[in-house]
């Protein structure tokens, strides 16, 4: 194959603490929204790839590593799942995976920034996929931390929390008030879900996150993952619950008619992947 000339390829990285993340690519897209630094770029790699503010968000060939986990050990697992929520989420694909289950009647996407929407249904359209047209799915492009604020109690059989790090727009989606209110606007039975961060690059914000939801919710655990593109590569999802830890104990048959034609996600692989906790981070949520 012909070498690409070097003008149009590059090492676009990531840095996080000393560290650099990075893929080889060019730059398709860049702008300023409102609320923060819209990239898009082709890597190699991985396909497209989404930064916001200079950090990884989803790349085509790797998102399912991240939205399988988000969303499936929840949607699996809740009493009913007629009404879910999605805060953030603009590019689409924890929506997609919310509506491979016939079962959701109706999904809210509240994501903060509408050209994180626009410009995904552009660049990344496989994320999104059929997501953008079906009639169950209202995007509303609000304030998250607003949205649960505003709604009244028990309106939702699942909340998934798709944010970027907890800084700029995403900082009011880990504090203690918003994971109380995501509780009171969860209909008895629900799942709450949340990305909490690496364990390894993030490892202060991910234990607080954990300690912050556990004190709002009866349970709630950490499953650990791997998505390549983010920092250290090793990431974390947390679900709560009340009443029991229903995201632990998946619908049998709801679980087998996504399962094969996840890539990551299985029963199996969410058994495993809920003992995983390092040593250290168990020690440490036990004092
Ligand atoms: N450090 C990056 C964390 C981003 C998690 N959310 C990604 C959004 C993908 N839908």
Redesign the pocket.
Known sequence: MEPKPASLTRWID?YHNGVRYGLEGKVLFNEKSCFQQITFIESKRYGTA?L?DG????AELQ?KS??EC?VQPALCSAKNINNVLII???????ARECLRHAEVKRLDLVEIDRRVVELSQKYLPT?GGNAWTDPRLHININDGVEWVKNKKGASYDVIII????PQGPAKGLFNKLFFENCKRILRSGGVFAT?S??PE??RKIHIETIKTIREVFDFADPLYGS?PL??SGW?SWTFAAMGKQFYKEPIQQRAQTIASQCDIWSIEWQTGAFKSMPASIHRELSQ
């Open positions: 990531e989404l916001l950090c990884w968000m989803t998102e991240y939205h988000l953030g989420g603009g590019d689409g694909g924890t994320l798709d944010s970027s790090d990305q961060e690496s690059a993030f998505v983010y920092p990431w």
